[in-house]
């Protein structure tokens, strides 16, 4: 649903509700309650966090698998921040990532690698380790064909070899690299974290 337009996508969370509660709590009802809790944070955050937990405790009750990268992204990705340290969500991030390589949801996969490599940036994780976790989840986003994933690990990947010493390309080089793609979803996604990691590109 992330890839969609949000008109559609609110359509879609508004007919899986309905579903759910004309005929009772399935496994993609999961995903409607964290999908609708990410399209609600920003207008009621409480709300948001209620239905999430909802989400997190059917996933829970159903012991289901397949939906578990989709439900964490959109509650640790979207609502858990609100609430809760970034820290705290590494872990659940790195869970949905396995999960998804394991289910073969493999654009999940790298989004939720991309959510961690940015939280553990910004959270002070030490950079060998962390270059090392980010080149792997790039390789994975090329073997698979996940381009558009891929590029958003850009800026981030480049803030730790600058970081680290390893890297004489600026910024204006990162931007060259995402700019040349029509793909406007890439460029949004990217440019996302650059201005948290400005500093680090000019140094």
């Not at 790195?94 to 553990?120: L, P, Q």
Request: charged share 20%; net charge negative; hydrophobic share 45%.
């Amino acid at each position: 649903l992330i890839f969609l337009e949000e008109v559609l996508v609110i359509s879609l969370l508004t007919r899986m509700i309905h579903l759910t509660l004309t005929y009772g709590i399935c496994e993609a009802s999961s995903y409607a309650f964290a999908g609708f809790a990410f399209l609600l944070v920003d207008f009621d955050k409480e709300g948001a966090r209620r239905i999430g937990d909802l989400a997190l405790s059917t996933i829970e009750r159903l012991h289901v698998q397949n939906s578990l990268p989709r439900v964490y992204f959109c509650i640790y990705g979207g609502v858990h921040h609100y609430f809760e340290r970034t820290e705290d969500s590494l872990e659940y991030h790195m869970k949905a990532y396995e999960t998804a390589m394991r289910v073969g949801d493999i654009a999940y996969a790298v989004m939720h690698g991309y959510f961690y490599c940015s939280k553990s940036l910004l959270c002070g994780k030490e950079l060998v380790s962390l270059k090392e976790d980010c080149e792997l989840i790039m390789e994975v986003a090329t073997r698979y064909k996940q381009e558009s994933k891929r590029i958003i690990l850009l800026p981030i990947y480049q803030a730790i070899l600058n970081l680290l010493g390893q890297s004489d390309n600026s910024l204006q080089n990162i931007e060259d690299m995402i700019t040349s793609d029509s793909n406007t979803e890439r460029i949004h996604a990217c440019f996302f974290f650059l201005p948290l990691f400005s500093g680090i590109y000019f140094w």
